[in-house]
């Protein structure tokens, strides 16, 4: 395993052990959001499994969650009655996500593994969980690769994808001047490395420690072609909020209104252009058979 020899890696787990107890309150009430990340997340989460709804002999197929965290995701496909497994790159992650399955089974398949080197045979999987996962990695060719290697031929991958060109980046000067001025020093002075674990840290959504990755909508697509994947579909998360240097100008309620409305609207084939200025991306990805 290479995720203690690692840098990178490593203080991505230490980030996420570190803050456990915050994801845990994160995910608590889906229903009723008290802010936009908590509602991005249950939105997220929703948006996979409604696409979930659609594979068939859902019963007898089995699922990797790769990045389990907290293991909301595998607690609902095990209340569908899907065979799955967990892993993620952090144990106290795990170990949350091992103490929320123990009704289900007293010892849950859950791994300490890394995206790069995944533990498991050729073709094994036929469904494929890799939400919130891509965003923490230098490059992508690696972990698609092994994704790729896993699942069986036909089978399927959720993943998601934070987009480079939201719209409320677009609103917000914060993201032109001071995170604009960060990305522009990170290319011009080649700075990559990992900053030291800041504790004070009260909203991991706004974090400043490593750089999280955003994407263009047809960024992978030509290493999904590489690995033998191809995209089937794409939903939109969420739109917005909009803000003036991280402050929201609507109530809560609003932006969720807005946003709802926005996603809705891009499911509209006239339409389908809004999905380039989504906050994040479902992509729903097949294996040629």
């Given at each position: 395993m290479i995720i203690n020899s690692d840098k990178h890696k490593k203080n991505i787990s230490d980030f996420f052990s570190h803050r456990s107890n915050y994801w845990v309150k994160l995910y608590g009430d889906e229903k009723n959001p008290v802010n936009f990340t908590r509602y991005e997340l249950a939105?997220?989460?929703?948006?996979?499994?409604?696409?979930?709804?659609?594979?068939?002999?859902?019963?007898?197929?089995?699922?990797?969650?790769?990045?389990?965290?907290?293991?909301?995701?595998?607690?609902?496909l095990l209340?569908?009655?899907?065979?799955?497994?967990?892993?993620?790159?952090s144990i106290n992650m795990l170990q949350l996500s091992k103490a929320r399955l123990q009704k289900y089974s007293s010892n849950p398949p859950l791994s300490l593994a890394d995206i790069e080197k995944l533990p498991f045979n050729n073709n094994k999987f036929d469904l494929v969980f890799c939400v919130g996962v891509l965003e923490y990695l230098k490059t992508d060719e690696k972990a698609l690769?092994?994704?790729?290697?896993?699942?069986?031929?036909?089978?399927?991958?959720?993943?998601?994808?934070?987009?480079?060109?939201?719209?409320?980046?677009?609103?917000?000067p914060y993201y032109f001047f001071k995170r604009g001025f960060k990305y522009i020093s990170r290319k011009l002075f080649k700075k990559t490395?990992?900053?030291?674990?800041?504790?004070?840290?009260?909203?991991?959504?706004?974090?400043?420690?490593?750089?999280?990755?955003?994407?263009?909508?047809?960024?992978?697509?030509?290493?999904?072609?590489?690995?033998?994947?191809?995209?089937?579909?794409?939903?939109?998360?969420?739109?917005?909020?909009?803000?003036?240097?991280?402050?929201?100008?609507?109530?809560?309620?609003?932006?969720?209104?807005?946003?709802?409305?926005?996603?809705a609207t891009s499911n509209i084939k006239l339409f389908s252009f809004i999905k380039y200025l989504a906050n994040r991306w479902v992509i729903c990805v097949q294996k040629s058979k």
């Open positions: 939105s997220r989460k929703s948006t996979v499994f409604k696409q979930v709804g659609s594979v068939d002999n859902i019963k007898t197929i089995k699922v990797l969650d790769i990045g389990c965290g907290i293991g909301n995701y595998l607690e609902e209340q569908r009655g899907c065979s799955v497994t967990g892993i993620d790159i690769s092994e994704i790729s290697r896993i699942l069986k031929p036909g089978g399927r991958i959720f993943l998601t994808l934070p987009n480079i060109l939201s719209i409320k980046n677009f609103l917000d490395e990992t900053k030291k674990l800041n504790n004070e840290l009260k909203d991991i959504a706004l974090n400043s420690e490593f750089t999280n990755r955003r994407f263009f909508l047809r960024q992978l697509s030509p290493l999904f072609l590489k690995n033998n994947l191809s995209t089937l579909n794409t939903f939109c998360v969420s739109f917005g909020p909009p803000r003036f240097w991280l402050k929201d100008y609507l109530p809560l309620k609003t932006n969720i209104k807005i946003s709802n409305f926005m996603i």
